[in-house]
């Protein structure tokens, strides 16, 4: 669990010093402060989907009972759900990445060292 929070931290999970991206999505390869090697840890596609399931909950979800409650037109509608959409979106993804990178280092998951990254 510790590794988890660390990642969820943006922190390298071995050390929980080192910054785990270099940008936005980017993994550094390297711990600045423990050289632990981050960029072998597959986090491909699974932070995405966990990240879809999420936001899908919390914003498509009640989208499709609001018309039921308020008559709003679509031209307020669509921006008020859009920015919340993207926002949450793009606020979530780095730390489930991170949580992902995290578990994998937990259960010593990582790619062979002449497997494409």
């Known amino acids: 669990m510790t590794a988890i929070r660390r990642g969820l931290a943006h922190k390298c999970p071995a050390c929980g010093q080192g910054r785990l991206y270099r940008r936005y999505l980017k993994v550094d390869h390297d711990c600045e402060t423990c050289g ?3 960029g072998r840890y597959p986090a491909d596609d699974g932070p995405a989907y966990v990240t879809i399931l999420i936001v899908g ?3 498509v979800a009640p989208l499709l009972f609001f018309p039921f409650v308020w008559e709003w037109p679509v031209a307020v509608t669509i921006p008020l759900t859009l920015i919340p959409l993207a926002g949450l979106t793009l606020l979530l993804l780095p ?6 990178i995290g578990l994998l280092w937990h259960v010593g998951l990582r790619r062979h060292e002449d497997a494409p990254s």
């Open 36 to 38: 632990h090697e981050l």
């Open 95 to 100: 730390r489930i990445k991170g949580a992902f």
């Open 57 to 59: 909950h919390l914003i």
